[in-house]
């Protein structure tokens, strides 16, 4: 009986899992971490994202943006890592109202490289985390902000 | 027509990808000037670039990616002609795709 009960539960279990893989928007969306985006401090949003990882400042990343932004709307950010293996690179603003900007989940032929344009509140530290073999790596960069650009 | 567009550029196998979408990525902070109402939260959440049908980079965004988002990455092991298509999914459910050819 015991071993019946079970296989029922594995054969439910099964289907379930296809028919939930069948609702693409559901399933992709789940890849959305509500609680990093959601987090309104920087600590929060990292330990959300990066969960029971202690990051590690690192030289080999770098980070090109203007030291001084007229209008935080708009604000190109590149990045250049030269760290092995990388599988995402992911952009905080230490002082926007959620922490957490966006996440670049990079496959093995990527190169260690993204370019964006964000929105920034005021003046923030801007943090870039590179995951490599698993590890999150970071470095961080000053930028004086005149116009906040979250409105 | 799709509110995306894409440009390649190939070196030596390697492809930098640009790519702009139109799209107002509305904070949930801004005011309509007219109604002087509240404009509500509405962006782009994930967003996926497949080369020749495998996952090339995937994107998670916050309403912090500025209007009209633009992008930049670069992979290997790319020829001329080779698929590449671009998706995206909003805070509304709303999708958009494109396909190219590497240039």
Known sequence: MIKRRYLLKLLFAGSSAIAYSLL????????WNEAAYAAENINEALSAYYPNKQLITSNKINITVRPEIENGAVVPIKVNTDLKNVESIAIFVEKNPN???????????CKGFISTRIKMDGPSDVLVVVVSDGQPYS???????????CG | M??????SHLKDG?????????????????????????????????????????????????????KNPYFSFMFEGASKGDELELSWIDTEGETDVIKTNLE
């Open chain 1, 99 to 109: 922490p957490l900007i966006a996440n670049f989940d990079l496959s093995p032929a």
């Open chain 2, 14 to 66: 390697v492809a930098i990808v640009e790519a702009i979408i139109r799209h107002p990525m509305h904070t949930g902070f801004g005011v309509d000037e007219d109604t002087k109402e509240i404009i509500p939260a509405h962006y782009i959440k994930l967003l996926t670039v497949k080369h020749n049908g495998n996952t090339v980079i995937s994107c998670d965004w916050s309403r912090a990616v500025s």
């Open chain 1, 24 to 31: 693409f928007p559901v399933k992709v969306l789940a890849r």
């Open chain 1, 139 to 149: 470095t961080s960069k000053s930028v004086m902000v005149h116009a906040g650009g």
């Open chain 2, 2 to 7: 799709s509110a995306i567009r894409v440009r």
